[in-house]
């Protein structure tokens, strides 16, 4: 994946993260400013404000031939420091390698790191995922207790009804 090398070739000094396919320039309050197709090297076609930016701050990604942004991110990236870091998602613990910790950095593979979301100490990471599959069964058995009541009530007035009989006056 080569967004690094996509990063430095245009001298990008925004935030540059990979986020469902996509290469995405952004800042921190709008992660999404440019939105570049990484299987195509297509820029999506930006709203003005965003279009804007791109023309003003990074004139010569706005001209790049799709062809070319494509080679740039079919790039191997090269980085000077691998250091581990630890984030949680569903029931996986993952290792993930970057040159800095903490946000505004990204990951090798260009997940943006929020510090919520990636630990460098494995223990925090255990912790953490134990208690998010504590809060998620808690919710579970709660909605199970819920529904529960409510097929309870709905069953009550099935035995109400398949024991009245219809009248004719």
């Known amino acids: 994946m080569g967004w690094n090398a996509f990063k430095k070739h245009f001298g990008i000094t925004h935030i540059v993260q990979i986020r469902e396919r996509q290469l995405l320039i952004g800042s ?3 992660s999404d400013l440019v939105s570049i197709n990484i299987d195509t090297g297509i820029i999506k076609k930006p709203e003005p404000y ?4 791109l023309r003003e701050n990074y004139p010569n990604v706005s001209a790049a031939m799709p062809s070319e942004i494509k080679a740039l991110l079919d790039a191997e990236d090269t980085f000077a420091e691998s250091i581990p870091v ?3 998602e569903g029931l996986r ?3 993930k390698y970057c040159e800095e910790v903490g946000y505004p950095n990204v990951t090798h593979d260009g997940a943006l790191m929020f510090d919520n979301t990636f ?8 912790a953490w995922a134990k208690s998010e599959r504590g ?3 808690e919710n579970l058995r709660e909605s199970i207790t ?3 009541k409510e097929l309870d009530k ?7 009804l398949d024991q009245e009989e219809i009248v004719f006056e």
Do not use: A
């Open 93 to 95: 613990i993952s290792t």
């Open 28 to 30: 921190p309050y709008i």
């Open 86 to 88: 630890y984030t949680y």
């Open 50 to 53: 965003h279009d804007r930016f």
């Open 135 to 137: 809060y998620r069964l």
């Open 154 to 160: 709905l069953l009550g007035t099935l035995r109400l």
């Open 146 to 148: 819920e529904r529960s």
């Open 119 to 126: 630990l460098m100490d494995i223990d925090d990471v255990v």
